[in-house]
């Protein structure tokens, strides 16, 4: 039988990505969101946060809890108010639109809830569209491969609406992954699948740091979902909130009780549903 010997090419991070080095880094970031003080809303509150290369973060917290505009300001999809977000230890707020979009475009995959895919187009066109919109050449090898690996092989032709949740998500996930970016983010990837669909998406997520040696960001209201990853950071309020290593269903779900009690103490009044 044929064994790999040596090194493999798990962990493989790419050239001048190290895996001990940090994909991704926020320096006390801010957003508020509202014109006027009275209806102001801190979203973020000076969130600090450092992720190494080649890691499975998953982002928790109640509802309104900032975790979808942690998402946006660290995948430059939103600017922050103040602070700063760094990729591969380069600075990434600063700078215009058109070079925040293609920094973004280079180091940046995102992964939607909805999935987000073009229905029009078929699943290896909505692979290859973030090539197409950053100019570069299109491998369409390179494309089928990836497709192959999250089990879409043989779905290169069809068309959104004739594939399921998981395997839109699947579709998703490939046209993340054709860039090669060193950070994927994802809002609620499993939000709206069945549980085995879900489960085949969380395992390629964490494929994807295992064997392509991208770091993942992923935002999840499932304890289940984030037990998945090497670890947990909690928010509350728009500030972090503690973090979790090596999570189980278990510590994570005590976790966000306690969460929630917090949040329902606050002398704000907050009324925070948990939602897990
Ligand atoms: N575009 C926006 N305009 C005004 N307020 C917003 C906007 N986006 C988010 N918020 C507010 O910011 C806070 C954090 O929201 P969000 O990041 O979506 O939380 P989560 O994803 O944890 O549910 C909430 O109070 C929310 O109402
Ligand atoms: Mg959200």
């Known amino acids: 039988m044929f064994r790999r010997t040596g090194t493999s090419r798990k962990g493989t991070a790419g050239p001048g990505r190290s895996t001990s080095s940090e994909a991704l880094r926020l320096v006390s970031v801010t957003k508020t969101y509202g014109s006027s003080d009275e209806n102001a809303v801190t979203a ?3 969130v600090s946060l450092g992720l190494r290369a080649g890691t499975f973060t998953a982002v928790m917290g109640p509802s309104g809890s900032g975790k979808s505009t942690l998402l946006q300001c660290a995948a430059g999809l939103d600017r922050p108010d103040r602070g700063v977000v760094r990729v591969d230890g380069e600075e990434m707020t600063g ?9 973004r475009r280079q180091r940046i995959g995102f992964v939607f809830q909805q999935y987000n895919l073009l229905p029009t187009l078929t699943v ?36 959104p609406d004739e594939l399921s ?8 996930i490939a046209r993340a992954l054709v860039t090669e970016p060193s950070v994927i983010f994802a809002d609620e990837p499993t939000g709206a699948l069945d549980t085995r669909s879900a489960r085949e998406v969380l395992r390629l997520l964490r494929e994807t740091v295992r064997v392509h040696g991208r770091t993942v960001v992923m935002v999840t209201h499932d304890p289940v979902a984030a037990s998945y990853a090497d670890s947990v950071v909690f928010l509350a309020d728009g500030r972090l909130a503690g973090e979790l290593h090596a999570p189980t269903v278990d510590a994570v779900a005590e976790r966000m009780a306690h969460l ?11 009324d925070a549903p948990l939602g897990v």
Do not use: C
């Open 95 to 103: 700078g215009t639109e058109a070079a925040l979009t293609k920094f």
């Open 44 to 46: 973020l509150d000076r």
């Open 165 to 172: 949740g998981g395997q839109r998500q699947r579709v998703a």
């Open 124 to 159: 290896e066109q909505n692979t290859t569209l973030p090539l197409k919109l950053a100019g570069r050449r299109i491998d369409r090898n390179r494309a089928r491969e990836i497709l192959a690996q999250v089990g879409l092989g043989d779905r290169l032709g069809h068309r």
């Open 260 to 270: 929630g009690d917090s949040a329902d103490a606050d002398a704000s009044g907050y």
